[in-house]
Nanobody
Framework: QVHVVESGGGLVHPGGSLRLSCAAS????????MAWYRQAPGNERDLVAH???????NYADSVKGRFTISRDNAKNTVYLQMNSLKPEDTAVYYC??????????WGKGTLVTVSS
């Protein structure tokens, strides 16, 4: 498994930007497709974006064109650049391997609050 620590969340006005970081540990990090998920109270934990070991990316329709996921395998770090933030983006953001289930390890996450 991959152990992760998310950071970079905070309070931002609608239309603002944040950059989230996910520091991962594990000897096989570079072999895993990594993903960002988010969950708000009363909501499911949804897949936001993922990036393969080779750098290919994919996004949920709700964030396409606004968010960018990237990774630096040498630093064992995954990033999520979030632009044009909306109140609907408010959630706790988590990173994990793509396909992680609710019974797998999850980090603490980082809270993103978009509000005026």
């Amino acid at each position: 498994q991959v152990h992760v620590v998310e950071s970079g969340g905070g309070l931002v006005h609608p239309g603002g930007s944040l950059r989230l970081s996910c520091a991962a540990s594990g000897s096989i990090f570079s072999m895993n497709a990594m993903a960002w998920y988010r969950q708000a109270p009363g909501n499911e934990r949804d897949l936001v974006a993922h990036v393969t070991s080779g750098g290919n990316t994919n996004y949920a329709d709700s964030v396409k064109g606004r968010f960018t996921i990237s990774r630096d395998n040498a630093k064992n770090t995954v990033y999520l650049q979030m632009n044009s933030l909306k109140p609907e983006d408010t959630a706790v953001y988590y990173c994990n391997e793509l396909g992680a289930s609710t019974t797998d390890y999850w980090g603490k996450g980082t809270l993103v609050t978009v509000s005026s």
